[in-house]
């Protein structure tokens, strides 16, 4: 599987080219499909490369993180780092970052925020 497709990839692109800073809705979410580690990526820089989200390598953290890194994760059993190919959200990077450190991680945010969007017949 290509970790980023080309839409996905301009998507990215054009967030990242804004010149006004925004609070963007993540247009990809990454993970490791045998533990710890999850990705929801807003924007890319020009280089290709230098993607920013949150981040959770055990702890949720806001940044910027490597594209080529991700792609290179060699894991067990000839797996690799993931692309979720039924994310989609509704909510901003900073809905996701508020519940991920709330929760303790982006995967039991997913968790929490369907669980309200379900009360509150609200989008997740």
């Known amino acids: 599987m290509i970790l980023l497709p080309l839409s996905l990839r301009a998507r990215l692109l054009i967030n990242g ?3 006004a800073e925004t609070d963007h809705v993540p247009v990809v979410k990454f993970f ?16 290709g490369d230098t993607l920013f989200g949150l981040a959770d390598l055990g702890e949720p953290e806001l940044g910027s993180f490597s594209l080529a890194e991700i792609e290179a994760v ?14 989609s959200t509704g909510l901003p990077l900073s809905v996701w970052t508020a519940a991920a450190r709330r929760a303790g991680s982006i995967s039991a ?12 017949g609200g989008v997740s």
Not at 32 to 47: F, H, K, Q, S
Not at 74 to 87: A, H, K, M, Q, S
Request: charged fraction near 35%.
């Open 109 to 120: 945010a997913e968790t929490l925020l369907k669980v309200i969007a379900r009360r509150d």
């Open 32 to 47: 490791n499909p045998l533990g710890a580690g999850r990705w929801l990526v807003t924007e890319m820089d020009e280089d």
């Open 74 to 87: 060699r894991l067990p059993f000839g797996l690799t780092i993931e692309r979720d190919l039924y994310f």
């Open 17 to 19: 080219a804004a010149e």
